[in-house]
């Protein structure tokens, strides 16, 4: 049982860290936020990999074939740190590569290649004035913003509640007198 309540603790810790997260993502201005996640991301994703790729291109010397994994750890370097002096540029780039390749996908793993085509084109769309409309990249940072801190609220609001009426249905049955069955006996017996 008191497995069960540091749980419940760690759990509601936890809703209230994602309220106050959530509270800064809508309360905060957004460009300021912003610059925050994507450097912090973007160190981030360099120091994990400009290690390797400094070891690997170091032994590519001996070994030609691991010229190769460096320049796979090399791609995540230059990424970082596009998110760290260009957090518009990433955020085009992310978007825009999932609004491209996800129905792409959809189009040559379905059956139905037409019907795909057709609902493939409103992220075609999307995707290409992400990457030459600098508006709306603006726009869909801030509302991204907004929408991030607001699921965040909601999932800590949601866990808040849910851990109080889980201790409270916990400590009700604990409350609850045990009943007693009487002695139970154990008969043999044989058959006729």
């Known amino acids: 049982m008191i497995v069960l309540k540091n749980l419940l603790i ?16 809508l309360v905060l201005p957004s460009n300021d936020l912003v610059n925050f996640v994507f450097n912090a991301a973007g160190i981030v994703v360099v120091l994990l990999n400009i290690f390797p790729c400094i070891y690997f291109f170091i032994l590519g010397s001996k070994n030609e074939k691991l010229y190769g ?23 085009a780039i992310i978007l825009g590569v999932y609004l491209i390749l996800e129905p792409i996908l959809r189009i040559i793993l379905l059956k139905d290649k037409k019907e795909q085509i057709f609902k493939a084109i409103p992220y075609f769309i999307i995707a290409l ?9 603006d726009l869909v940072l801030t509302v991204g913003v907004r929408i991030f801190g607001g699921v965040i609220l909601a999932f800590g609001i949601a866990g808040v ?6 201790v409270k249905k ?23």
């Not at 004035?129 to 990249?137: G, Y």
Request: hydrophobic share 55%.
């Open 129 to 137: 004035i992400l990457f030459f409309v600098p508006v709306a990249k």
């Open 10 to 25: 760690k759990s509601l810790f936890t809703s209230i860290l994602c309220i106050a997260i959530g509270i800064l993502f």
């Open 170 to 192: 916990i400590d009700d049955s604990n409350d609850k007198p045990k009943e007693d069955h009487g002695e139970i006996i154990d008969i043999e017996y044989k058959e006729l």
């Open 161 to 166: 509640i849910y851990n109080i009426f889980f």
């Open 69 to 91: 994994l460096a320049v796979m750890y090399l791609i995540p370097v230059v990424v970082g740190f596009i998110m760290i002096f260009n957090h518009h540029v990433a955020l």
